[in-house]
């Protein structure tokens, strides 16, 4: 029961043997506070990971939403829609060939 009031009473940081008490109460302090923010760097690195995971599926969508307008963008009737826009259409007479002799 003694032993516990005096621990209560903070006795063994009192006495005159105590530096050593502080020292390791030292330690063990700063040991805590490398222990927390390391903790708090992971967590950071974690959510920062995050974030840059849903910014790549969010530009690989992208970059497939624009793959498939370009397929059909290319698409010959789409490409004959938009020429005849400006007035250029199909020809009406038969393409010429041409010989070589040599």
Same mark, same amino acid.
């Given at each position: %029961?003694?032993?516990?009031? =005096?621990?209560?009473?903070? /006795?063994?940081?009192l006495?005159?043997? #105590?530096? !050593?008490?502080?020292?390791? *109460? *030292?330690?063990? #302090?700063?040991? +805590? %506070?490398?222990?927390?923010?390391s903790?708090?760097? +992971?967590d950071?690195?974690?959510?920062?990971?995050?974030?840059?995971?849903?910014?790549?599926?969010?530009?690989?969508?992208k970059?497939?939403?624009?793959?498939?307008?370009? %397929?059909? *963008?290319?698409?010959?009737?789409?490409?004959s !829609?938009? *020429?005849? =826009?400006?007035?250029?259409?199909? =020809?009406? /007479?038969?393409p010429?060939?041409l010989k070589?002799?040599?």
């Amino acid at each position: %029961m003694k032993n516990i009031i =005096s621990l209560l009473n903070i /006795e063994f940081l009192l006495n005159q043997d #105590s530096i !050593k008490n502080w020292r390791i *109460l *030292l330690f063990i #302090s700063i040991l +805590a %506070m490398i222990s927390i923010a390391s903790g708090h760097s +992971a967590d950071k690195k974690i959510y920062h990971i995050a974030n840059l995971n849903n910014d790549l599926k969010r530009v690989k969508s992208k970059f497939v939403e624009n793959k498939s307008q370009l %397929m059909f *963008l290319k698409l010959e009737t789409s490409v004959s !829609k938009k *020429l005849l =826009s400006v007035g250029v259409g199909p =020809s009406k /007479e038969q393409p010429i060939k041409l010989k070589w002799k040599k």
